[in-house]
């Protein structure tokens, strides 16, 4: 099965609004004409709508970090899907290892939000992955296992395809230690073969990133296995030129 590429850069708590509208423009001219990846920018909420307005007309989507479940209410410093896709987003990630390290994050959150999501039409973005202590416990699986049940739960074999999973062994998240292709692999196709045990042949459609510091030098490797679908990207989509390399190293 052919999954299109999606690479996502996700800024987390970078990037004002002046400094997303010039990154965005920085990158659009090097990415421009590229049709087999699609190309995403999560920048911080406020610099959303500039980034937006920066993309427009462009290969680049926008996404963003985080959604709450309720569409309003009395939920003090939270924003909603509605007030998101007003914006024009059109993706959100959703369950961060640092929003489950710092922020209470869990399953059962992170599928309300899917939820939400969905719900809304945005395309979410899930999170999933291990602690170190729990690889080197032998427990990736079961974790996996575990956030994809409790994450996924009420997901429709319809919904199903439109959903990306990201895999982010927390341990290679902004070290500078990325697994290796073939560990990367071995885990991404667990998370297929528990996919499809969960939503059948659907699963073979969901595109699975990874994400762990992938650069612009190990991007074409890791994309080149079989089971990983393109990346979810930190500090290397910081810079126009980091990022394009990287995509384009991704898809060459
Ligand atoms: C991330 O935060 O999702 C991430 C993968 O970060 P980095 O690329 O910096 O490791």
Same mark, same amino acid.
């Given at each position: 099965?052919?999954? &299109? ?47 937006? #307005? ?85 427990? $990736? ?33 902004? $070290?500078? #230690? ?26 073979? #459609? ?32 910081? #810079? ?7 995509? &384009?190293?991704?898809?060459?």
């Amino acid at each position: 099965m052919t999954r &299109k590429v999606i690479i996502a850069g996700n800024w987390k708590m970078n990037k004002n609004a002046a400094e997303a509208t010039s990154l965005v423009n920085a990158l659009k001219p090097l990415v421009a004409g590229i049709d087999n990846c699609d190309i995403v920018v999560c920048p911080p909420f406020t610099s959303i709508d500039a980034a937006v #307005k920066a993309a427009a007309g462009s290969n680049i989507k926008v996404g963003a970090q985080n959604l709450h479940w309720e569409d309003s209410g009395a939920f003090t410093g939270e924003i909603s899907a509605s007030m998101l896709k007003e914006l024009g987003v059109e993706y959100v990630i959703i369950g961060h290892s640092e929003r489950r390290q710092y922020f209470g994050e869990t399953d059962e959150t992170v599928n309300r939000r899917l939820g939400a999501a969905l719900d809304a039409g945005l395309k979410p973005i899930v999170c999933i992955g291990e602690l170190l202590a729990e690889r080197e416990g032998g427990e $990736t699986e079961k974790v996996l296992e575990a956030q994809l049940e409790g994450g996924l739960v009420g997901v429709s074999i319809e919904q199903i395809a439109g959903v990306v999973i990201a895999y982010e062994p927390v341990w290679a998240i902004g $070290t500078g #230690k990325t697994a290796t292709p073939e560990m990367a692999e071995e885990t991404h196709a667990y998370i297929r073969k528990k996919l499809i045990s969960m939503f059948g042949y659907q699963a073979e #459609k969901v595109r699975i990133q990874y994400g762990g510091s992938m650069k612009a030098d190990n991007s074409a490797t890791l994309v080149a296995q079989p089971n990983i679908d393109g990346g979810l990207i930190g500090g290397a989509s910081l #810079k126009a030129e980091s990022f394009a390399e990287l995509i &384009k190293n991704a898809i060459a």
